[in-house]
């Protein structure tokens, strides 16, 4: 009696699972997993843990939504630092996700809040939508700053839900799909690979072993977030200003060129204040040229499957 | 601070953030380091051996360091703000369109060169009407011309097209700018950089033309000295121009420049290299070591086109120089606008007798460039090797001075050259002869003559159109360029109707903007509205044509009678026996002044006073304008576009 009440709950959590990833799917989501809670507790740090937001979390959903479009790869880099539009649009499916699972399955259900710790500073999440994706097996680390990338998808925006249904888990990719082969050839002859040669502060370096595949990864986030982090400099702007030697030198620390762009992202609202610079993603193979990694490429396989 | 606490409430110090914020920063998340890919392969163990490499939370920090992790928080969020550098996302401007960051190419913000205070001040002599501005951007007078830029585009439309024909060979326009761009990173690796003032000495040849495009291409600025000036004269504009660089020959026929200018004592204060062409010189860089190039050029040397490109030196090496700093943009502009009115084309191959040292020699350069005509060098020159350069590279322009047509027309060489493929003489240089241009205008038989009136401070600023007649064209330098405007005035600045005799007075697009460091001479310059006072006399007729008749202080003034002798030398240049002619005045206790006449006697023998007297009577010349003394000269002192130095004579004659 026991094993088959074992293997309806089975059978109701993997029902439940194909609802909960098909809703998913309907709402705009590329790919969508479960990761293994447990292993991600073996990772996480405490106080990251998804317990440590939902305290009877039972499972993490992750959703995967696709990155850029082919389009704004091609725009000049500083436009591009304002294009993480689609982060939201994960959100969105995580948040309504949510919802679905407490309505269909009366479980709660919360979405993973995708900001930074306030306790923790202004570079520590609350926790961890890139683990959670990666445990999910919809995305694995890269050499790009851990960047997780899709062998079909490339580069994709991640949002997470944890609830306290049960929900069967997946595993991990099988393979990593970076380095592309062409980045593995391109460190052999030059010890970089293109993310590592076209980042414009020079955060990233690492190692590719003798098959081929990743040695040690190498990134320094600092530099990394001086490309693009702003909000950081707003302190910065105004103690510089309180420190000036005078009125003259003040209202030049205030308002010049750079400083007058944030006084004027600040008071209309902008959101285009945490954006990074993508450089690395922007000479990515996978992310760029991966099967499926574009709106284009996808209507593309999209009609070639029609035709047969 | 962490949740609102103080340093005070966590026991945080200035040392303890001395002591703790390295360390802090290396544990902290701000260098991550992974092996292998654990995560992925669940590799948990692993995970926990490596953790610190991944980069630790401030609890796990803390409990590594014997700290609170308040105090990780407090001191790693103060070394953060600390070193974070937050203009580095400045680099993301210049990628995108396909370029990418490259480590090799790239000079951080705080590495990039920037103008040094002789080239800021340069700059900073640059100062324009804010209202005459904003008409020369609204009419399209100035733009963004560029010699790079232009020469850029001619590489690009018509890499194969012929630029420079030389006795040393052709230079394509793809060619050209190679040179170019080599020489630049040549100039750029002494240090030369935006503003620099580039001194060059050198004949009309190729690698003068390579020089100026490499100049031009870092944003540095080209200051000519004439091919006859010697060490007194080059030691004092190079100091006037605070020329970083003096581009030279090792030798001439008779002169070591490069030598002469290490010379130099005093040193002039901001020179730094003598680049020599030619053979090796101790102590000067060769200009093939220079031209070799080698690294890249930094973005921010693209030259802007409201910056000074050119110094030039209007006359005299006295202590008081006259040095004229011009813009791409008034410089540019003038040409690109003239190549239309001149109706030149790409198809047309351009000789100039002028020297590229001086403005005249320039403004065919860059005529030619504008539309990407071929420039064909004589490198010095002379009245048979200007007509063998006519007869075997068949030229479509010429652009030479009366003088220069006097010396072809003395010698024979007017008469035997083959003018046929000429379609246009642009003579300039001082007021045309009528007869002069009458003999040249004839002797092209699918040409046309026109005047053109100029200085180094105007430019290009009134020149007749190759369709109109050598009646007008052979007495009047023309109308005003577009973007000019001209006036003639009384003495008192007032101005005067058609038809009257004044001071030629100019204002415009092509104007520069003032004497670099001399204000006396600005004072002078100026009219209190703002006009350029040319100094020359002239006369404007009802159609808008401008007839030069003399410069102000050539006028003889005979015991309170003055005159323009400038008729009286157009009269006396068509004598059979004056090749050319000049009046000047000598001081006279009595009169004040008198009018002496100097001449270069055409043939063997002079013609006495008296005779001239009799051929200028014949002529309704008035007794009281008659010259009263005659000084025959072997040959008069020129200027390099072989202009007659009045001063020089006049020097002479106190001598005699």
């Given at each position: 009696m026991s094993e088959k009440r074992d293997e309806t709950a089975l059978a109701n959590a993997e029902a439940a699972k194909t609802k909960i990833l098909e809703y998913c799917r309907r709402k705009g989501a590329l790919a969508v997993g479960v990761a293994d809670l447990e292993a991600i507790n073996l990772v996480a740090p405490p106080g990251h843990r998804p317990g440590d937001i939902l305290p009877n979390v039972r499972s993490v959903i992750s959703i995967g939504v696709g990155g850029q479009t082919q389009g704004a790869w091609s725009v000049p880099s500083k436009a591009f630092a304002y294009f993480g539009s689609t982060e939201g649009r994960g959100y969105s499916v995580a948040y309504g996700c949510s919802f679905f699972i407490e309505n269909a399955f009366r479980a709660r259900s919360v979405y993973c809040p995708p900001d930074m710790d306030p306790d923790g500073g202004a570079r520590i999440p609350l926790q961890s939508l890139k683990l959670h994706a990666e445990l999910a097996g919809i995305g694995a680390r890269s050499l790009a700053g851990d960047i997780l990338l899709h062998p079909e998808f490339g580069y994709m925006y991640y949002a997470s839900v944890f609830t306290e249904l049960w929900l069967p888990p997946d595993q991990p990719l099988e393979t990593n799909p970076c380095p592309a082969p062409s980045c593995v050839d391109m460190h052999r002859k030059t010890g970089q690979t293109p993310c590592m040669t076209f980042c414009p502060v020079q955060c990233l370096s690492g190692d590719i072993d003798e098959n081929g595949q990743q040695a040690e990864m190498r990134y320094e986030m600092s530099k990394c977030a001086e490309m693009s982090q702003q909000y950081e400099a707003m302190p910065q702007m105004l103690g510089e200003a309180i420190g000036a030697r005078d009125a003259e030198a003040r209202e030049r620390k205030l308002l010049d060129p750079d400083n007058a762009l944030l006084w004027y992202k600040m008071s209309v609202g902008?959101?285009?204040?945490?954006?990074?610079?993508?450089e690395c993603m922007r000479v990515c193979p996978i992310a760029t040229r991966a099967p499926l990694a574009d709106p284009i490429r996808r209507a593309n396989a999209a009609d070639a499957k029609a035709q047969g | 601070m962490p949740r609102g606490l103080t340093f005070a409430q966590i026991g945080i110090t200035e040392s303890m953030i001395e002591t703790w914020a390295d360390t802090i920063w290396n544990m902290s998340n701000n260098v991550q380091v992974r092996r292998g890919d654990p995560i992925r392969k669940h590799e948990f163990d692993r995970i926990d051996a490596e953790r610190s490499d991944l980069g630790m939370s401030d609890g796990q920090i803390a409990a590594v360091l014997g700290l609170t992790r308040d105090q990780v928080m407090a001191i790693r969020s103060l070394t953060e703000a600390r070193r974070f550098n937050r203009r580095s996302y400045f680099e993301l401007y210049e990628l995108g369109r396909g370029r990418r960051f490259n480590p090799a190419r790239h000079v951080p913000l705080e590495a990039r060169g920037g103008f040094r205070p002789d080239a800021l001040a340069l700059r900073g002599a640059l100062k324009f009407d804010a209202r005459q501005v904003t008409r020369f951007i609204d009419n399209g007078w100035w733009t963004n011309d560029t010699l790079p830029g232009w020469l850029s585009k001619r590489a690009q439309e018509?890499?194969?097209?012929?630029a420079v024909s030389s006795p040393a060979g052709d230079l394509r326009y793809a060619e050209l700018r190679a040179c170019a761009e080599r020489f630049a990173e040549g100039l750029h690796a002494l240090?030369?950089?935006?503003?620099d003032v580039v001194a060059v000495q050198l004949p009309n040849v190729a690698e003068f033309l390579v020089t100026y495009l490499a100049i031009a291409r870092i944003g540095a600025v080209m200051s000519t000295v004439h091919m006859p000036y010697r060490a007194a004269e080059i030691g004092s504009l190079l100091s006037h121009a605070r020329a970083r660089a003096f581009v030279c020959l090792s030798r001439t026929k008779d002169y070591e420049p490069a030598v002469a200018a290490l010379a130099?004592?005093?040193?002039?204060?901001?020179?730094?290299y003598v680049i020599a062409l030619g053979e090796p010189v101790s102590g000067a860089r060769a200009f093939s070591d220079v031209s070799a190039g080698g690294g890249t050029l930094p973005v921010e040397l693209a030259p802007a086109p409201a910056d000074p490109f050119l110094l030039l030196f209007t006359s005299g090496t006295s202590a008081s120089p006259k040095a004229v700093p011009l813009t791409s943009q008034a410089t540019l502009g003038n040409a690109r606008m003239g190549g239309a009115e001149h109706c030149l084309t790409a198809d047309d191959i351009v000789l100039s007798a002028a020297p590229l040292t001086h403005l005249f020699g320039l403004y065919s350069f860059h005529l030619a460039t504008s539309v990407g005509a071929a420039n064909l060098l004589l490198p010095v020159f002379a009245p048979s090797d200007f007509a063998k350069s006519i007869a075997t590279s068949r030229p479509t322009v010429l652009f030479a001075g009366p003088a220069h047509f006097a010396a072809m027309l003395k010698t024979g060489l007017l008469d035997s050259t083959d003018l046929s493929s000429v379609r246009l003489v642009i003579c300039s240089g001082s007021a045309c002869p009528p007869e002069l241009a009458r003999a040249v205008a004839a002797k092209l038989p699918n040409g046309k003559f026109s005047q053109l009136w100029g200085m180094t401070e105007t430019q290009a600023g009134l020149y007749t159109r190759p369709g109109d007649s050598i009646d007008l064209a052979a007495v009047s330098a023309g109308r005003p360029s577009p973007g000019t405007e001209v006036r003639i005035t009384d003495p008192d600045g007032s101005p005067l109707p058609a038809g009257e005799e004044g001071e030629l007075q100019v204002r415009g697009s092509l104007m520069f903007p003032g004497y670099y460091d001399n204000d006396k001479a600005n004072a002078q310059a100026f009219a209190e509205d703002g006009w350029f006072r040319s100094g020359d006399l002239a006369l404007l007729d009802p159609e808008g044509n401008v007839r030069i008749t003399g410069r102000i202080k050539d006028v003889i003034n005979r015991g309170g009678v003055k005159y323009n002798p400038r008729d009286i030398e157009d009269l006396l240049d068509a004598h059979p026996q004056v090749l050319q002619a000049a009046i000047v005045p000598v001081p006279d206790p009595v009169l004040g002044e008198r009018a002496c006449c100097v001449i270069v006697v055409r043939g063997d023998s002079a013609p006495t006073l008296d005779a001239l007297c009799a051929w200028l009577l014949e002529r309704g010349i008035a007794r009281t304008k008659l010259p009263e003394r005659l000084e025959v000269v072997a040959e008069m002192p020129l200027t390099?576009?072989?202009?007659?130095i009045k001063g020089r004579l006049l020097e002479a004659i106190a001598r005699n």
């Amino acid at each position: 009696m026991s094993e088959k009440r074992d293997e309806t709950a089975l059978a109701n959590a993997e029902a439940a699972k194909t609802k909960i990833l098909e809703y998913c799917r309907r709402k705009g989501a590329l790919a969508v997993g479960v990761a293994d809670l447990e292993a991600i507790n073996l990772v996480a740090p405490p106080g990251h843990r998804p317990g440590d937001i939902l305290p009877n979390v039972r499972s993490v959903i992750s959703i995967g939504v696709g990155g850029q479009t082919q389009g704004a790869w091609s725009v000049p880099s500083k436009a591009f630092a304002y294009f993480g539009s689609t982060e939201g649009r994960g959100y969105s499916v995580a948040y309504g996700c949510s919802f679905f699972i407490e309505n269909a399955f009366r479980a709660r259900s919360v979405y993973c809040p995708p900001d930074m710790d306030p306790d923790g500073g202004a570079r520590i999440p609350l926790q961890s939508l890139k683990l959670h994706a990666e445990l999910a097996g919809i995305g694995a680390r890269s050499l790009a700053g851990d960047i997780l990338l899709h062998p079909e998808f490339g580069y994709m925006y991640y949002a997470s839900v944890f609830t306290e249904l049960w929900l069967p888990p997946d595993q991990p990719l099988e393979t990593n799909p970076c380095p592309a082969p062409s980045c593995v050839d391109m460190h052999r002859k030059t010890g970089q690979t293109p993310c590592m040669t076209f980042c414009p502060v020079q955060c990233l370096s690492g190692d590719i072993d003798e098959n081929g595949q990743q040695a040690e990864m190498r990134y320094e986030m600092s530099k990394c977030a001086e490309m693009s982090q702003q909000y950081e400099a707003m302190p910065q702007m105004l103690g510089e200003a309180i420190g000036a030697r005078d009125a003259e030198a003040r209202e030049r620390k205030l308002l010049d060129p750079d400083n007058a762009l944030l006084w004027y992202k600040m008071s209309v609202g902008s959101g285009g204040l945490l954006a990074q610079c993508f450089e690395c993603m922007r000479v990515c193979p996978i992310a760029t040229r991966a099967p499926l990694a574009d709106p284009i490429r996808r209507a593309n396989a999209a009609d070639a499957k029609a035709q047969g | 601070m962490p949740r609102g606490l103080t340093f005070a409430q966590i026991g945080i110090t200035e040392s303890m953030i001395e002591t703790w914020a390295d360390t802090i920063w290396n544990m902290s998340n701000n260098v991550q380091v992974r092996r292998g890919d654990p995560i992925r392969k669940h590799e948990f163990d692993r995970i926990d051996a490596e953790r610190s490499d991944l980069g630790m939370s401030d609890g796990q920090i803390a409990a590594v360091l014997g700290l609170t992790r308040d105090q990780v928080m407090a001191i790693r969020s103060l070394t953060e703000a600390r070193r974070f550098n937050r203009r580095s996302y400045f680099e993301l401007y210049e990628l995108g369109r396909g370029r990418r960051f490259n480590p090799a190419r790239h000079v951080p913000l705080e590495a990039r060169g920037g103008f040094r205070p002789d080239a800021l001040a340069l700059r900073g002599a640059l100062k324009f009407d804010a209202r005459q501005v904003t008409r020369f951007i609204d009419n399209g007078w100035w733009t963004n011309d560029t010699l790079p830029g232009w020469l850029s585009k001619r590489a690009q439309e018509m890499p194969d097209r012929v630029a420079v024909s030389s006795p040393a060979g052709d230079l394509r326009y793809a060619e050209l700018r190679a040179c170019a761009e080599r020489f630049a990173e040549g100039l750029h690796a002494l240090g030369i950089g935006r503003g620099d003032v580039v001194a060059v000495q050198l004949p009309n040849v190729a690698e003068f033309l390579v020089t100026y495009l490499a100049i031009a291409r870092i944003g540095a600025v080209m200051s000519t000295v004439h091919m006859p000036y010697r060490a007194a004269e080059i030691g004092s504009l190079l100091s006037h121009a605070r020329a970083r660089a003096f581009v030279c020959l090792s030798r001439t026929k008779d002169y070591e420049p490069a030598v002469a200018a290490l010379a130099l004592d005093p040193r002039p204060p901001a020179l730094e290299y003598v680049i020599a062409l030619g053979e090796p010189v101790s102590g000067a860089r060769a200009f093939s070591d220079v031209s070799a190039g080698g690294g890249t050029l930094p973005v921010e040397l693209a030259p802007a086109p409201a910056d000074p490109f050119l110094l030039l030196f209007t006359s005299g090496t006295s202590a008081s120089p006259k040095a004229v700093p011009l813009t791409s943009q008034a410089t540019l502009g003038n040409a690109r606008m003239g190549g239309a009115e001149h109706c030149l084309t790409a198809d047309d191959i351009v000789l100039s007798a002028a020297p590229l040292t001086h403005l005249f020699g320039l403004y065919s350069f860059h005529l030619a460039t504008s539309v990407g005509a071929a420039n064909l060098l004589l490198p010095v020159f002379a009245p048979s090797d200007f007509a063998k350069s006519i007869a075997t590279s068949r030229p479509t322009v010429l652009f030479a001075g009366p003088a220069h047509f006097a010396a072809m027309l003395k010698t024979g060489l007017l008469d035997s050259t083959d003018l046929s493929s000429v379609r246009l003489v642009i003579c300039s240089g001082s007021a045309c002869p009528p007869e002069l241009a009458r003999a040249v205008a004839a002797k092209l038989p699918n040409g046309k003559f026109s005047q053109l009136w100029g200085m180094t401070e105007t430019q290009a600023g009134l020149y007749t159109r190759p369709g109109d007649s050598i009646d007008l064209a052979a007495v009047s330098a023309g109308r005003p360029s577009p973007g000019t405007e001209v006036r003639i005035t009384d003495p008192d600045g007032s101005p005067l109707p058609a038809g009257e005799e004044g001071e030629l007075q100019v204002r415009g697009s092509l104007m520069f903007p003032g004497y670099y460091d001399n204000d006396k001479a600005n004072a002078q310059a100026f009219a209190e509205d703002g006009w350029f006072r040319s100094g020359d006399l002239a006369l404007l007729d009802p159609e808008g044509n401008v007839r030069i008749t003399g410069r102000i202080k050539d006028v003889i003034n005979r015991g309170g009678v003055k005159y323009n002798p400038r008729d009286i030398e157009d009269l006396l240049d068509a004598h059979p026996q004056v090749l050319q002619a000049a009046i000047v005045p000598v001081p006279d206790p009595v009169l004040g002044e008198r009018a002496c006449c100097v001449i270069v006697v055409r043939g063997d023998s002079a013609p006495t006073l008296d005779a001239l007297c009799a051929w200028l009577l014949e002529r309704g010349i008035a007794r009281t304008k008659l010259p009263e003394r005659l000084e025959v000269v072997a040959e008069m002192p020129l200027t390099p576009t072989r202009k007659i130095i009045k001063g020089r004579l006049l020097e002479a004659i106190a001598r005699n």
